[in-house]
């Protein structure tokens, strides 16, 4: 029965049906248990009724490293590195927020009426935008008041715009060492990221003033609840008519409800009292055997719903979602009120059963994310005494600091591959092994500093070098001439840097003799062109061969055959540049239509849903632009995932004489089967992939 309803129905009661109402005792009435207070006025003692929601505690880092680095041959990785430290501290206040008061989700639900439709930007369309345009877009969020339903799509925004600030330093620092700079000398500033940091200065300090006011508003909430339960004690207390004494009571009870939430803290003790002071009035004015039945039942209904809702938890995907909204949940149980004494225990045990069930579904899942970090942090102790290792080694000469250089990237690389450790070791971790790195490129920077003598050095061997090689560039002996060059060039690339000023006048005065040479050797072996011409001949004949072929139904057979045809393709040799691509795609084609002659094996079975995927994206508008997109994104997805195995690999040697060498080299082994299965999955997509293209472009 709802607030209004119950007031009607007390309005309806005449005083004969206060009285008989005064008068019924049923020997089978509900009994309520005596609780005592202790929170209000020390009048009465609390016992627990219901057990709580656990609240675990949830992952955090600590502050951003705001040191900035500026190398010659590391920022673009060092600046990678940092982005991942800041997106580490990011996730710690994400997870922080699940832990929390649920003053979110109500804020939300009474914002919800007055808020104006706003442009929603799925994932795809911001991937689309601009830097410029996503900085607009930011903004123009941030510009308004704070709206906690906008937290996903801003952190959504900001990784777009972190990667395009990356981007867009990587293509800089490009640029500058393209046109004759060194890392070293490279300084860059991006005005739009500088925006784009103001902005998100601004929008923390719009939500710390939103949970700020939150806070403030359950405060007063508090204050104001603590008033009517002394206005219910009060009318407990009183002599007036049960008529009059219930219509106040109603309203108390309208009013209660109709105030927000107050501090977590107090929440409890304040339901607990308040439900107290509900019941003694009950007992008090002994009420309407049907009207109090009636509100009972209604009060079952409403918490059989809540159990419902708590069981379809069980089966939602987010852990941080479920449990949000089994807070949620709790509050509104805690806000009902009785059920018939029969089936209070029941009804409380299933949802009691069901909020069980789903925190130990979160604790398992915090338990696993804790196991995990913890080998994350034994990997990264690994790394940071290898590094120690290496840098506790005296740098004596410029190939001593470049065999370093090559060391720490690899360190960096693979400290880039190794997730978060536990939030009360992720700072200490990384500053140990950002100081490490931090020392050994300020001790570079100061080595190369003073190497002026030795840069003169390698400016006179240079000068020898254009000599030798100007007195080379008219040779007719081009194979020893060649080989003398090639180690001419090996040599210049040995020798190391020059003074900036003459860097450039140097290099262009030996480019030029080796290209005055390669140049001549070029004119002398022209009539290279008829052996071209010969292999295109081949190639032709070659690809006659594959179309008119007869296979078996042996496939293993056939698939030697297919491998031996690409073998002699390779083995011809160069055809004239003009007829490379489209005697290439002929081959191509020929070759694919073999193999679609071939079944499907068990392989390929992975692929097949896949396939599907790239069916529907074939039959699109623009379905040969997204299979091409889609391509591409695989082939970056390949290269990094080899990449990461290669390093694996190449460093798994550097756990052996760390502790729990066996656990930490168990955890890389499997990392490597893992990828490498993906690697496989991933080229069987890209074939699936190239076969469309091709079917699209014919």
């Keep these: 029965m709802n607030k209004d309803e119950q007031k009607n129905r007390v309005n309806e009661m005449n005083i004969d049906d206060v009285d008989k109402a005064l008068d019924l005792k049923s020997k089978n009435s509900e009994k309520t248990p005596t609780n005592k207070l202790s929170s209000h006025k020390d009048e009465f003692i609390l016992d627990e009724n219901e057990t709580s929601i656990d609240d675990s505690k949830t992952l955090s880092s600590g502050s951003k490293n705001q040191n900035e680095y500026e190398t010659e041959q590391n920022a673009e990785l060092i600046f990678e590195l940092k982005t991942q430290q800041d997106a580490f501290n990011e996730e710690d206040d994400d997870l922080a927020e699940v832990e929390e008061d649920i003053e979110d989700e109500i804020t939300k639900s009474v914002k919800k009426d007055n808020k104006t439709e706003e442009r929603v930007y799925s994932d795809g369309e911001l991937q689309q935008k601009s830097t410029e345009e996503l900085l607009g877009i930011y903004e123009d969020y941030i510009s308004k008041d704070y709206d906690a339903s906008n937290k996903t799509l801003i952190s959504t925004i900001k990784i777009i715009l972190s990667a395009h600030f990356k981007d867009a330093r990587v293509q800089a620092l490009n640029e500058f060492i393209k046109n004759g700079g060194e890392e070293k000398d490279f300084d860059y500033h991006n005005s739009i990221e500088d925006k784009f940091k103001q902005a998100?200065?601004?929008?923390?300090?719009?939500?710390?003033?939103?949970?700020?006011?939150?806070?403030?508003?359950?405060?007063?909430?508090?204050?104001?609840?603590?008033?009517?339960?002394?206005?219910?004690?009060?009318?407990?207390?009183?002599?007036?008519?049960?008529?009059?004494?219930?219509?106040?009571?109603?309203?108390?009870?309208?009013?209660?409800?109709?105030?927000?939430?107050?501090?977590?803290?107090?929440?409890?003790?304040?339901?607990?009292?308040?439900?107290?002071?509900?019941?003694?009035?009950?007992?008090?004015?002994?009420?309407?055997?049907e009207l109090r039945d009636y509100d009972l039942r209604k009060n079952l209904e409403s918490k059989i719903s809540l159990c419902e809702k708590a069981e379809a938890l069980l089966i939602e995907q987010s852990i941080t979602k479920s449990f949000k909204l089994l807070q949620k949940y709790h509050e509104e149980w805690k806000e009902i009120g009785p059920v018939p004494s029969d089936r209070a225990e029941d009804i409380w045990e299933r949802f009691k059963t069901a909020t069980d069930k789903i925190n130990e579904r979160r604790r398992e899942y915090y338990s696993k994310i804790n196991e995990q970090q913890q080998k994350n942090y034994e990997a990264k102790l690994a790394i940071c005494e290898k590094t120690e290792e290496l840098l506790s080694q005296e740098l004596k000469n410029i190939n001593d600091y470049q065999k370093a250089t090559n060391e720490i990237t690899k360190m960096m690389h693979l400290w880039g591959t190794i997730g978060r450790a536990p939030k009360q070791l992720n700072d200490e971790i990384w500053g140990r092994f950002n100081a490490l790195v931090n020392n050994f490129f300020n001790n570079k920077k100061d080595f190369f500093q003073s190497l002026n003598d030795q840069q003169t050095e390698n400016y006179n061997k240079k000068i020898q070098i254009c000599l030798r090689a100007e007195s080379l560039k008219n040779s007719t002996n081009w194979e020893k001439a060649t080989n003398e060059f090639i180690n001419l060039q090996k040599e210049w690339r040995k020798i190391g840097p020059v003074p900036l000023k003459y860097k450039d006048k140097l290099w262009q005065r030996f480019r030029n003799a080796c290209n005055e040479f390669f140049n001549n050797k070029a004119k002398y072996l022209a009539n290279i062109n008829e052996i071209q011409k010969e292999n295109l001949r081949l190639k032709k004949e070659l690809v006659k061969k594959i179309q008119d072929y007869q296979y078996s139904t042996d496939k293993k057979e056939n698939l030697n055959i297919i491998k031996n045809f690409q073998r002699e393709w390779i083995n011809i040799g160069h055809v004239p540049i003009e007829n490379k691509d489209e005697i290439q795609e002929i081959f191509r084609t020929a070759i694919n239509k073999q193999l679609d002659k071939l079944k499907i094996t068990s392989t390929d079975l992975s692929t097949m849903e896949f396939q599907s995927y790239i069916e529907q994206l074939k039959n699109t508008k623009d379905g040969n632009i997204m299979l091409n997109k889609k391509k591409s994104e695989l082939k970056n997805q390949l290269l990094k995932i080899k990449n990461n195995i290669l390093l694996w690999e190449n460093n798994i040697g550097f756990f052996a004489n760390s502790k729990n060498a066996d656990i930490l080299k168990e955890e890389f082994i499997k990392k490597i089967e893992d990828a490498k299965q993906e690697v496989q999955l991933i080229e069987n997509k890209i074939k699936i992939l190239d076969k469309k293209i091709h079917e699209m472009t014919r």
């Design 200 to 289: 998100s200065l601004i929008y923390k300090e719009k939500r710390q003033k939103y949970l700020e006011e939150v806070e403030r508003q359950q405060r007063e909430n508090f204050e104001l609840k603590l008033k009517m339960l002394d206005d219910l004690k009060d009318l407990i207390n009183s002599n007036e008519p049960l008529k009059k004494t219930y219509d106040e009571f109603n309203n108390i009870r309208i009013k209660w409800n109709e105030i927000g939430a107050v501090p977590r803290s107090e929440a409890n003790n304040l339901w607990q009292t308040y439900h107290l002071y509900v019941e003694s009035f009950y007992e008090k004015v002994k009420i309407n055997r």
